[in-house]
């Protein structure tokens, strides 16, 4: 059977033995799952269904683009050398640090979701096929929602590259389940860190959920610390905004570069995704450079226009001076020298 159609195996595995007991003894897991450290609702209140329902079923033209979304031509650029960042759309990104590459939530597949006969379907196609990737040194894993952990793309990925997996606790089952050695997995819990081709990778917090199936919140979900020698970037994941980011400023920071969550928001849903001013006052609290937003622009997964979220991170950025690059997906961006603001998006919306 095609492991696509294969419902079971996209929902994933489940820790035991040494696994699991290392997932007990997190300072984060209680009562037989991960919980945030602050109080978070990661469910739709009975009272907002309705509204919810109705939003999720009106509206469709204005949350997709009207035209092709432009693609730029995605290039490794030859060497990894300096800093330079290449968002392929949603939170699917590439980090090249001082000659290290790291593939940040790779997603290629045509839905986020376990089947391809159903789900959010891509609203732009991938600007790079996974086949033509340069070499990889460490692909990075958020959390095992289906629009952040892609069981295709990383069987591929296993296959073609030698790359290892560093992902949060639990997450490694998933990735045994398909294939992949458990001598290229390294899962972490918050403050862990692991060293890859002379970069540290630190898992840190995020106030979001997990879950592939009906059960949640037996993984755990992590933001991300990138530091190489000398420059360092921060990816959010998904997250809704808390103090912790402050205290990943103080203890991590600053950043040359972040990669931050803006889209894929709704007023109900506000304690585990950001809007995009709390996405400008996240790369704010972690002592942020350059700000590239993420988790917009590719599957239509909220009752936001579709070009929402850059209109509003842009005019936030602009009223808190925070230096902003909005990439077209494909799109290599320097962070020493990044490309003017040219609104791409307003011609397509």
Known sequence: MDN??????????????????RMEASPQFSGGRFRNNVPTSTGIPLSAVPRVAVAAFTGGEARRPHRPVPLAEATSGGDAQGLHLTWYGHSTALVEIEGTRVLLDPVWSDRCSPTPLAGPRRLHQPPVALRDLPPIDAVVISHDHYDHL????????????????????????????????????????????????GVELVATPARHFS???????????????????????????????????????????????????????????????MVPEDGVATHVDVRGGLMVPVHWATFDLAPHHWSEPAERAWREAKARDVRLAIPRPGQRIDVDSPPEIDAWWQQVA
């Open 211 to 273: 879950g592939r199936g009906l059960t949640r919140d037996e993984t755990l979900w992590a933001s991300w610390v990138i530091n190489g020698p000398t420059r360092k970037v921060f990816y959010s994941g998904d997250t809704g905004y808390f103090p912790g980011f402050a205290e990943i400023g103080e203890a991590y920071g600053p950043f040359d570069a972040t990669l931050v969550q803006v889209g894929a928001y709704g007023n109900d849903w506000s304690d585990i995704h």
């Open 150 to 197: 892609d069981m295709p793309s990383i069987q591929t990925l296993a296959d073609l590259q030698t790359t290892m997996f560093v992902v949060p606790l639990g997450i490694g089952a998933h990735l045994e389940r398909w294939g992949v050695p458990e001598s290229r997995i390294t899962e972490l819990d918050w403050h862990e860190s692991t060293r890859v081709a």
């Open 4 to 21: 696509r159609f294969n419902i079971a195996a996209q929902i994933g595995g489940k820790a035991t033995g040494a696994r699991r007991a």
